[in-house]
């Protein structure tokens, strides 16, 4: 039974699971969720790897990385920075939104993970342009 257990939760864990909507994105992955409209986004970029942070709780396991954390610099405020990784070694997609709390998040596959960045940088431009 535990072995089943544990073979549901690395499977629910294998990849991350996104949804894209008109004017929102969620991203599942097992336990770990994360909603917001494009509206809330402040910025997004590239970056080649996630500041050096304190797990709350999540896991990281071969080239993968999800659960809840905090910078180590933010430390005395309670922002929270969910991370989606699936591939340590390819690039990843910072989102910070406008209330400062940030989402790491890539996907296996390199060519999907820059065209999530091209759709977001879209998305935060028509925001911007809005205003």
């Known amino acids: ?26 991203v599942l992955s097992g ?23 304190e797990r709350l709780n999540g896991f990281s396991a071969f080239d993968k990385g999800k659960g809840v954390y905090q910078e180590f610099k933010d430390s005395l405020t309670d922002k929270k920075v969910h991370v989606f990784i699936d591939n340590f070694n ?10 400062a709390s940030q989402v790491f998040i890539n996907l ?8 999530l960045y091209l759709m977001f940088k879209t998305k935060l431009e028509g925001n911007v342009s809005l205003e």
């Open 31 to 53: 336990i770990y969720y994360e909603k917001f409209n494009y509206s809330e986004l402040d910025s997004v970029a590239f970056v080649p790897r996630i500041p050096p942070m």
């Open 1 to 26: 039974m535990t072995v089943i257990i544990s073979i549901l939760a690395f499977v629910a864990h294998f990849k991350n699971w996104i949804a894209k909507e008109s004017n929102s994105f969620r």
């Open 108 to 115: 296996k596959d390199s060519v999907e993970t820059d065209e």
């Open 90 to 99: 390819g690039r990843k997609i910072r989102l910070v939104k406008k209330d």
